[in-house]
C-alpha cells in the first residue's frame, strides 16, 4: 500500500476522534443548562448566586470544544 495513503487516512481519523470533542462540548453545555434550570425551577432564591458559575462553566465548556475543533483543523490542514 501506498505511504501517503496511510499517512492521509490516519490524518482523516485523527481529525475525526479530534471532532468528537465538538459533540461533547454541545452535550455538556446542555447538560450545564438543563441542570441549572432544573436547580432554578426547585430553588429560585439561589439563582443569583450560581449563575455566575453557570457562565463560568459555559465559557470553559466552549473552550474545551473550540480547542478540539482547532485540534482537529490542524491535523487536516497544517500537518
Do not use: C, W, Y
Not at 50 to 74: C, K, N, P, S
Request: hydrophobic share 60%; glycine share 16%.
Amino acid at each position: 500500500m501506498d505511504p501517503h495513503a496511510i499517512e492521509q487516512a490516519a490524518k482523516f481519523i485523527g481529525a475525526g476522534l479530534a471532532a468528537i470533542g465538538t459533540g461533547a462540548a454541545g452535550i455538556g453545555v446542555g447538560t450545564l443548562f438543563g441542570q441549572f434550570l432544573n436547580g432554578a425551577l426547585r430553588n429560585p432564591s439561589a439563582v443569583e448566586g450560581q449563575f455566575g458559575r453557570l457562565i463560568f462553566g459555559f465559557a470553559v465548556t466552549e473552550a474545551l470544544g473550540i480547542f478540539a475543533l482547532l485540534i482537529a483543523f490542524l491535523l487536516l490542514f497544517a500537518v
